[in-house]
């Protein structure tokens, strides 16, 4: 009986060790899911605004009117994407992720475009903003691809 109750105690044990295991790692995933909505849904935003960018700046374009003034939401944009990178190599340090170097590369090529957008709207050469404003919208639309691989990847 003293065997069956070691061994009972033992089981016991291992179980309570494999049921805290298994919090810990299903705490861990909802956090990698819950960090992947968040920047999802960051750069869904920065995208929308720039679409609206490019419209606002195509009717500008069209009607000869000065785009100046949309130099500063470009520029807005552009500081709210910074933000994200730094957040994203922030929380790279506190836990270390493979996929921030490709999404931090893909960010510092769509700021050089913007950049160009800017430059053209602050030079009221509204035409010579919307291909740049448009690649970078497109841009965007493929870093909204790979966060939601990534994430989808991680909820698996």
């Given at each position: 009986q003293r065997t069956a109750e070691t061994a009972l105690a033992t089981l016991n044990k291992h179980l309570a060790d494999w049921s805290q295991d298994i919090a810990m790692r299903t705490d861990g995933i909802n956090t990698l899911v819950s960090l992947g909505v968040k920047r999802l849904s960051t750069i869904t935003d920065i995208e929308t605004r720039q679409i609206q960018l490019i419209e606002q700046t195509e009717e500008a374009a069209l009607d000869?009117?000065?785009?100046?003034?949309?130099?500063?939401?470009?520029?807005?944009?552009?500081?709210?994407?910074?933000?994200?990178?730094?957040?994203?190599?922030?929380?790279?340090?506190?836990?270390?992720?493979?996929?921030?170097?490709?999404?931090?590369?893909?960010?510092?090529?769509?700021?050089?475009?913007?950049?160009n957008a800017t430059a053209a709207l602050t030079a009221d050469k509204g035409e010579d903003a919307i291909d740049p404003i448009e690649k970078s919208a497109d841009a965007l639309a493929e870093l909204k691809t790979l966060i939601e691989s990534q994430t989808a990847r991680v909820s698996l």
């Open positions: 000869e009117k000065p785009t100046k003034a949309m130099a500063e939401n470009q520029q807005a944009l552009a500081s709210e994407l910074q933000r994200f990178k730094k957040e994203l190599l922030e929380d790279d340090k506190a836990n270390p992720d493979k996929d921030v170097r490709n999404l931090v590369s893909r960010i510092d090529a769509i700021e050089k475009i913007m950049a």
